[in-house]
């Protein structure tokens, strides 16, 4: 896929593409690259940090793993013009693959992220010295994301909101993070029955916290 079209990427995604150019040139490679767009995205440091930092992957090791990965990579003087490497456009083309399959609107960073986790230029063997692989990280993303579609080019202000005001509790009770509730088991029957009906399920606890 030729990143051309700015309409089929989320705002991110697309500033991740655009500024992955600067990165090339930076290092001094003529050849736009996978590294370069991965270290564009973690420059962000938004929704992609969070991701990895999630499935526990250091984030700025990471990204100096990634750099160094670019450093190495073949080096001109002059960078009037750059040349899309193969190993991006196969990228692109599993970024889409996983916008498809997440039915979403946009290729969005996760598509991204999805992308680099099964590339085998850098990305899929440099996760996995973290044990990390695409599952895990796609575990992670929709962990992160819920049951929310990416329907607009800025869905990554909805995970952050979720993320800075909302509280996890599955994750929090397999994690044994939760206090037991003893002596409530009418009330927590009562709360079961009210939130398990098929119809007329618009519930309103009242009463004294806990």
């Avoid at 991965?38 to 999630?54: C, F, K, Y």
Wanted: with cysteine; proline share 3%; net charge neutral.
């Amino acid at each position: 896929m030729q990143p051309t079209d700015a309409n089929k990427f989320t705002d991110k995604a697309w500033e991740a593409i655009v500024k992955s150019q600067d990165v090339a040139r930076r290092c001094k490679n003529q050849q736009l690259e996978v590294e370069h767009v991965a270290i564009a995205l973690l420059e962000q440091d938004g929704l992609p940090n969070r991701i990895l930092s999630r499935i526990t992957v250091d984030v700025n090791r990471f990204q100096q793993q990634l750099e160094n990965f670019a450093n190495r990579q073949p080096k001109v003087a002059n960078l009037d013009q750059l040349y899309l490497g193969r190993a991006l456009d196969v990228m692109l083309d599993n970024a889409e693959a996983y916008r498809k399959a997440l039915q979403d609107d946009y290729i969005a960073v996760e598509h991204l992220l999805l992308a680099l986790a099964v590339d085998e230029r850098v990305g899929r063997r440099l996760l996995k010295t973290y044990n990390q692989d695409a599952a895990k990280l796609e575990a992670a993303i929709k962990a992160i994301r819920g049951s929310q579609k990416v329907t607009d080019q800025n869905p990554e202000s909805r995970y952050e909101a979720l993320e800075k005001y909302g509280r996890d509790l599955t994750e929090a009770a397999q994690a044994g993070k939760l206090d037991p509730v003893i002596g409530r088991d009418e009330e927590i029957r009562r709360v079961v029955q009210v939130l398990s009906r098929r119809s007329k399920n618009n519930p309103v606890l009242i009463g004294e916290p806990g």
